[in-house]
């Protein structure tokens, strides 16, 4: 009980000192997201996701960044009020002792409500660079889909006329090379699921998935549930862009909260697409939203295993490159093939 009452004033010492300087943050937030909900809109008022066509600001809209609420203290408090002071102790006990707690706390929270988290600038980019330039020598010289030119280098990844996009995964020499595993593999990703899944002791799948989209190419609505079905127990999916990827090139968009309908598991045709039964009417509904963003070089996704997720159409001159892996605690994992950390 007394070490509940220390940490429990910790906390709130903590909150009122970082209060002031969270009104002031927020507002300069509020002031951001505003500017770039203008200039990061896409031009046309509709988009399509998928094989769905959504109105741009009411069925689609901006992915909040988690680096700024992930330090939302009120939402610890909220926690810290409504749990059991047992439940609470050891809460803010674990988070105490990783130095981080409100960072995943806050990040675990947000993680069941909307089903996923985004992370802006959270993988250092130097990795990011020396991944995308290793696969896109890789599509020249071994695919040759890379038009190149005096102004065109092979990094801009500028599509050879006529050449189609192509999935990577299982081509190892590509997917495991040193400097795309430096990424998928990075100290930042380890760290962030440790933190995430409560747990030292987590594994990565060996699979990589490395996507390269072509123009008008896109990946249409589903879930990564049914490929997992048979081990899904807190395992996650971390989506990777290895570049800029504006509306034009056709990033992911999540659909909000679509990963607690309930029905997963009831057989009916829409499981081949790998979708639950209940998705054609909760897409229907008025407010159902998924959510997208002008991701950037650094940016991570991470969502729960049933959240359905689609990518924008890429409409542009150049491919889209990402890359997206699965995590897990090592306890609940029962692919064979995995890395440990
Ligand atoms: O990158 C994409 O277009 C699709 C990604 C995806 O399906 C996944 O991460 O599970």
């Known amino acids: 009980m007394g070490s509940f009452l220390v940490e429990f004033f910790e906390l709130k010492v903590m909150t009122s000192i970082t209060k002031e300087k969270q009104i002031e943050e927020t507002k300069e937030s509020e002031k951001s997201d505003q500017t770039k909900k203008i200039l990061l809109s896409p031009d046309k008022d509709s988009v399509q996701v998928g094989r769905l066509r959504l109105q741009w600001n009411k069925q689609l809209e901006l992915m909040p960044n988690d680096n700024n609420s992930l330090k939302d203290m009120p939402l610890l408090r909220e926690i810290a009020n409504k749990s059991t002071q047992a439940e609470a102790n ?23 409500k909307t089903g996923y988290i985004y992370l802006q ?87 990589k998935w490395l996507r390269i989209k072509g123009t008008n190419e896109y990946t249409e609505e589903h879930c990564d549930y049914y490929r997992f079905i ?39 045709d829409t499981v081949n697409e790998e979708l639950p039964p209940s998705f054609t009417e909760y897409c229907k509904k008025s407010t ?10 650094g940016d991570v996704l991470i969502f729960d295993i049933r959240l359905i997720h689609a990518s924008l159409v890429n409409t542009c001159d150049r491919f889209r490159v990402s890359i997206d892996t699965r995590w897990q605690p090592l306890k609940y994992a029962s692919f064979e093939q995995n890395i440990r950390f």
Not at 126 to 150: W, Y
Not at 162 to 179: M, S, Y
């Open 90 to 112: 050891k809460k803010t006990k674990m988070h105490f002792e990783r130095g981080c707690y409100v960072y995943y706390m806050h990040a675990k929270i947000e993680l069941s």
């Open 230 to 268: 048979n081990g899904w127990n807190q395992l996650y999916t971390c989506w990777i862009p290895l570049m800029d990827i504006p509306f034009n090139r056709g990033g992911l968009a999540v659909c909000d909260q679509s990963h607690l309908l309930a029905d997963f598991d009831e057989a009916t």
């Open 121 to 207: 600038n959270y993988i250092p980019k130097d990795l990011i660079v020396k991944a995308r330039n290793s696969i896109a020598k890789a599509l020249h010289n071994t695919f040759g889909i890379i038009q190149t030119s005096a102004e065109h280098k092979i990094d801009d990844l500028y599509i050879k006329q006529d050449c189609n996009g192509v999935l990577l995964t299982g081509f190892k020499p590509i997917t495991h090379a040193p400097e795309v595993l430096s990424v998928v593999h990075c100290k930042e990703l380890v760290s962030l699921f440790r933190g995430l899944l409560d747990c030292h002791d987590i594994v990565t799948y060996d699979s």
């Open 288 to 297: 159902t939203v998924w959510k997208t963003s002008n991701y950037a070089e």
